[in-house]
């Protein structure tokens, strides 16, 4: 079983990333003031690659005899301009990347995606702390579905902070909308507070404690499942959507010959509309470190389990809108990635990824596995976007 694709060409998605785009030009020509235009020491560095492999489940079918192998190919970049200062800020860098995506045998599954973002930084008090602000929108053209077309913008406030003779403090006040394509109104908006805590445990061992606390409201009516006189199960339209959600993760990054990470998470999520109501616990993990001849090898992925709370879903089918995470691919994944540069600009990678994710269809998940074969080109320098 699979969620019904409906084709239609949209282009809200990459209006807004013009926009954006636009809109960030200004902010930086309007701090560069003509006279001290030659004194501003600009940095850029630009990425390009192009991959190949084959996917085993493209189409995200449910049915594992429905399941056909594609091969693809995949196009991105990436570019960056930064200065270690300009005007009144500090660290101001615009970033964009994207890529194109085609599969040999699906020509419908054609896939196109792009981000823009803005990031600066400015001194707060005098022991060092320091504020950030971003600001950046993406947008993705997947023609095979409708619902999964969509520009999404943001606006981060975050600092950090010394406190205590080990840790660091780090307050984030984040916000965000989504919208649809195929809608005119902006279908999601949500406010998200978080609070984290890094404390130095050992000279190579860092734990972070976090907590965030998320709302969220939908264009969209709520879904309410109610039993009618003769004790049939019957969904009816209810207010608006809206959610509420809390985060508690536990964080271990340990740093010796490579890079060792481990994060548990704990998510609690309450909504006035059926299949939203859940508790999720997520563990990821990142292993990265040098091998031998030059190449470096890493092995991430993240693993979730999920207990809704409505106590119908078993009764009846409730299909998502097209939620961004739906194909977010991280839902339950391991991969294994090897790489080795081939001179100073130029490196080769594989990654092999499997991947057991939840579908549009609450409660549903589909298989799938994807083998990459990788080669990139870099020049300049380039942040960690």
Request: contains cysteine; charged residues 30%.
């Given at each position: 079983?699979?969620s019904?694709?409906?084709?239609?060409?949209s282009?809200n998605?990459?209006?807004?990333?013009?926009?954006?785009?636009?809109?960030?030009?200004?902010?930086?020509?309007?701090?560069?003031?003509?006279?001290?235009?030659?004194?501003?020491?600009?940095?850029?560095?630009?990425?390009?690659?192009?991959?190949s492999?084959?996917?085993?489940?493209?189409?995200?079918?449910?049915?594992?005899?429905?399941?056909?192998?594609?091969?693809f190919?995949?196009?991105?970049?990436?570019?960056?301009?930064?200065?270690?200062?300009?005007?009144?800020?500090?660290?101001?860098?615009?970033?964009?990347?994207?890529?194109?995506?085609?599969?040999?045998?699906?020509?419908?599954?054609?896939?196109?995606?792009?981000?823009?973002?803005?990031?600066?930084?400015?001194?707060?008090?005098?022991?060092?702390?320091?504020?950030?602000?971003?600001?950046?929108?993406?947008?993705?053209?997947?023609p095979?579905?409708?619902?999964?077309?969509?520009?999404?913008?943001?606006?981060?406030?975050?600092?950090?902070?010394?406190?205590?003779?080990?840790?660091?403090?780090?307050?984030?006040?984040?916000?965000?909308?989504?919208?649809?394509?195929?809608?005119l109104?902006?279908?999601?908006?949500?406010?998200?507070?978080?609070?984290?805590?890094?404390?130095?445990?050992?000279p190579r061992?860092?734990?972070t404690?976090?907590?965030?606390?998320?709302?969220?409201?939908?264009?969209?009516?709520?879904?309410?499942?109610?039993?009618?006189?003769?004790g049939?199960?019957?969904l009816?339209?209810?207010?608006?959507q809206?959610?509420?959600?809390?985060?508690?993760?536990?964080?271990?990054?340990?740093?010796k010959?490579g890079?060792?990470?481990?994060?548990?998470?704990?998510?609690?999520?309450?909504?006035?509309?059926?299949?939203?109501s859940?508790?999720?616990?997520?563990?990821?993990?990142?292993?990265?470190?040098?091998?031998?001849?030059?190449?470096?090898?890493?092995?991430?992925?993240?693993?979730?389990?999920?207990?809704?709370?409505?106590?119908?879903?078993?009764?009846?089918?409730?299909?998502?809108?097209?939620?961004?995470?739906?194909?977010?691919?991280?839902?339950?994944?391991v991969?294994?990635?090897?790489?080795?540069p081939?001179?100073?600009?130029?490196?080769?990678?594989?990654?092999?990824?499997?991947?057991?994710?939840?579908?549009l269809?609450v409660?549903?998940?589909?298989?799938?596995?994807?083998?990459?074969?990788?080669?990139?080109?870099?020049?300049?320098?380039?942040?960690?976007?």
């Open positions: 079983m699979r019904t694709r409906k084709q239609t060409g282009t998605g990459w209006a807004s990333l013009a926009n954006v785009l636009f809109f960030l030009a200004v902010i930086l020509g309007s701090c560069l003031a003509p006279d001290r235009a030659s004194a501003v020491d600009w940095l850029s560095g630009v990425r390009l690659g192009i991959s492999g084959f996917d085993t489940n493209p189409l995200e079918e449910l049915v594992s005899e429905d399941v056909e192998r594609d091969s190919l995949r196009i991105h970049g990436e570019g960056q301009i930064s200065s270690p200062r300009l005007g009144f800020l500090r660290e101001p860098s615009l970033a964009v990347r994207g890529f194109t995506e085609r599969y040999s045998q699906e020509s419908d599954e054609r896939r196109n995606q792009g981000e823009a973002r803005f990031r600066t930084e400015t001194p707060l008090g005098r022991k060092g702390g320091v504020g950030i602000l971003e600001a950046g929108v993406r947008a993705r053209d997947y095979d579905s409708t619902s999964r077309n969509f520009s999404r913008s943001w606006l981060r406030f975050a600092s950090r902070f010394r406190l205590g003779p080990k840790g660091t403090f780090r307050p984030e006040l984040f916000y965000w909308t989504l919208d649809y394509n195929r809608t109104e902006k279908d999601q908006s949500g406010v998200e507070l978080a609070l984290s805590y890094d404390w130095q445990m050992r061992l860092v734990g404690m976090g907590f965030e606390l998320t709302d969220q409201d939908y264009d969209r009516p709520s879904l309410k499942a109610d039993y009618n006189p003769e049939e199960l019957e009816e339209f209810g207010p608006e809206t959610d509420s959600s809390r985060f508690l993760r536990l964080n271990l990054r340990y740093v010959r890079l060792f990470q481990l994060q548990y998470g704990l998510r609690s999520q309450t909504s006035n509309s059926v299949g939203s859940f508790r999720r616990h997520e563990i990821r993990w990142l292993i990265s470190k040098p091998l031998w001849r030059r190449i470096s090898g890493q092995c991430f992925g993240t693993w979730e389990t999920t207990r809704y709370r409505d106590d119908d879903l078993d009764d009846i089918f409730i299909l998502r809108a097209g939620e961004e995470q739906e194909a977010a691919d991280d839902s339950n994944l991969a294994v990635q090897l790489s080795r081939l001179r100073s600009d130029l490196r080769i990678s594989t990654r092999y990824s499997w991947y057991k994710n939840e579908s269809l409660g549903s998940f589909y298989r799938k596995q994807v083998a990459t074969f990788t080669l990139t080109w870099e020049a300049g320098r380039l942040s960690g976007f």
